[in-house]
């Protein structure tokens, strides 16, 4: 097995939205037949625009011309703090290695390659949304927990009041 790894760029955008869909699909477990239509679409327009703009990087691991993983960095700017005074971060997404193979140092790999993206513009603040199997990679590369990040769910209907489903 020889692993290839190469910048995806815009002639690679049916690649980038196939394997966009695998991921979420294992990182769901959604069966085969669940609609990914509109993800596909949205996918589809994030590639063109944030490859197009910078603001996102993706890499492709091949072997033999085939894709066996692939991985991705988006970049965006939120208001500077005392760590972080450029305001400049990264996020880490769409990690993912084929099943036959896993345990080849393929996910190492894009990561190594993602990170250096980063550091190499300049950001520091990198952060990532782990799944239980990819865990244990990124804490051995020394990411560490963020435990103190909070999120506002889908807002519930503005009409109904608090503990009310809106139904009658």
């Known amino acids: 097995m020889s692993v290839e790894y190469r910048r995806a760029g815009l002639d690679d955008l049916d690649r ?25 679409a949205e996918s589809r327009r994030y590639y063109r625009e944030a490859l197009a703009s910078g603001r996102h990087t993706a890499y492709l691991a091949l072997d033999r ?4 993983g692939t991985g991705g960095i988006s970049y965006y700017r939120v208001m500077p703090t005392w760590h972080n005074p450029s305001g400049e971060k990264a996020y880490i997404m769409n990690m993912y290695t084929r099943p036959d193979h896993r ?13 250096a ?35 506002l769910p889908e807002a519930p209907d503005p009409k109904a009041a608090p503990g009310d489903s809106g139904e009658e």
């Open 117 to 151: 993206d980063a550091r190499a513009r300049g950001v520091t603040a990198i952060g990532l949304e782990a799944t239980r199997m990819g865990r244990p990679l990124y804490l051995k590369y020394g990411f560490v927990p963020a435990g103190s990040e909070m999120e």
């Open 65 to 68: 011309g085939e894709v066996v």
């Open 103 to 115: 345990r080849t140092g393929v996910a190492t790999g894009m990561l190594e390659r993602l990170v």
């Open 16 to 40: 980038l939205v196939c394997t966009r869909v695998e991921v979420l699909r294992a990182a769901n477990e959604l069966e085969a037949g669940a609609d990914m239509r509109a993800v596909e």
